[in-house]
């Protein structure tokens, strides 16, 4: 309540990159007090064995995770970690540091719950975060790594930079996801065509097993939503020929129908990816048709305009592993997280689960299966 009566409307008044640095940046500076951490794990983090997931050959507290935009730099996952998420996605993490699109590039449609956003992968570079990620706890909570390309590299030195920053950054990732959707970086969707990402996806796979000598983190790959059906299915099928652990459905759409939002300000606005509310019944649409491709062979990690446990359980009983926020996390505040996994234990005992894990799919077989 303090959030949406008093904080929220106070950092609304801000520019919203303006704000985002802001939040996060008061957030760190208070888990960099002795004993902050502690507390705040104390009184969010998820300890109820009912929520456990165990996929991608690890266990999550939690099935509730941070999506990768949020935490670019690696600067805050332990912070991020200790309010209530089960695991946190960072970057995206390119090769070569880089400044993104000019600014402003990140805009709220509050009419419609959701954002857009042309930031460009804005980050300082897979160096940079190495250095971050070989500093932290594994045992405070499961970080995943998402890579994309770096804008001034072309399309033909596209892999050799996804390898260079997979090489530093997969031996300290819990997982890995190729990120080829960004609607924010010029031709990179064009990666997600089979003939083209086939190479790319094989390319990475190589160099996690060259690189992780002791554990190899799993690989995923992050789609568009706006893939048309044909194209889902392709990625699907690639992504089991190959042997990937996932895909994580879906990014942010550069669609803009059906919005609440006055025409002329959208327009004002300009390119972008649209985030939140809006991108809802089109990612839950990929989710189900990539259940009903792929089954149970492939972890599936749905995002996009998930804001309450009800969305949340929605996904997993339509075959989501795992589900993550951004948007959501952005308009409901720092307790949503622990509120979203407080609430899915009774959701999975109202619909008789003793587990959340058991629902996995329970919706498109009939009977759960669980993830591998």
């Given at each position: ?15 919203a990159e303006t704000a985002h640095h802001l939040a996060f940046g008061a957030l760190r500076l ?129 892999i050799a930079d996804y390898e260079a920053s997979t090489a530093r950054l997969a031996p300290l ?150 589900v993550q926020l951004y948007t959501g996390f952005i308009y409901g505040g720092p307790t949503l ?36």
């Amino acid at each position: 309540m303090l959030y949406r009566w008093f904080l929220r409307p106070l950092l609304f008044l801000l520019p919203a990159e303006t704000a985002h640095h802001l939040a996060f940046g008061a957030l760190r500076l208070a888990c960099a007090i002795p004993g902050v951490t502690a507390l705040l794990r104390a009184l969010f983090r998820p300890r109820d064995p009912a929520l456990r997931v165990d996929a991608l050959g690890l266990t999550f507290d939690a099935p509730v995770g941070l999506a990768a935009g949020f935490d670019k730099n690696a600067e805050g996952h332990d912070a991020l970690l200790a309010i209530g998420f089960g695991f946190v996605e960072i970057g995206t993490v390119t090769a070569q540091a880089q400044p993104g699109n000019p600014k402003p590039r990140m805009f709220r449609l509050s009419a419609d719950r959701g954002l857009i956003n042309r930031l460009g992968f804005n980050n300082r570079g897979a160096e940079d975060a190495q250095r971050r990620l070989a500093k932290r706890d594994r045992t405070r909570g499961i970080v995943g790594v998402n890579v994309g390309k770096t804008k001034i590299v072309t399309e033909d030195a596209a892999i050799a930079d996804y390898e260079a920053s997979t090489a530093r950054l997969a031996p300290l990732a819990d997982y890995v996801v190729v990120n080829v959707s960004s609607p924010n970086t010029p031709g990179l969707r064009d990666l997600q065509a089979v003939e083209k990402l086939r190479p790319l996806l094989a390319a990475v796979q190589r160099t996690i097993e060259r690189t992780c000598t002791e554990r190899r983190p799993a690989l995923l790959v992050k789609i568009a939503p706006d893939l048309s059906d044909d194209d889902v299915d392709a990625v699907a099928d690639l992504a089991i020929e190959l042997g990937l652990a996932g895909i994580v459905a879906t990014n942010t759409t550069i669609r803009r129908d059906g919005l609440r939002t006055p025409d002329e300000v959208v327009k004002q606005i300009g390119a972008g990816g649209l985030s939140g509310a809006p991108l809802h019944d089109r990612s839950l649409a990929v989710l189900r048709r990539l259940r009903a491709r792929v089954g149970d062979r492939l972890v599936l990690i749905s995002v996009g305009g998930i804001e309450t446990a009800e969305q949340a359980w929605q996904r997993i009983r339509a075959g989501a592993t795992l589900v993550q926020l951004y948007t959501g996390f952005i308009y409901g505040g720092p307790t949503l997280p622990s509120r979203i996994a407080r609430d899915l234990t009774t959701l999975a005992k109202r619909d008789g689960f003793t587990r959340v894990q058991d629902a996995i799919g329970a919706d498109v077989s009939g009977t759960a299966v669980h993830p591998r």
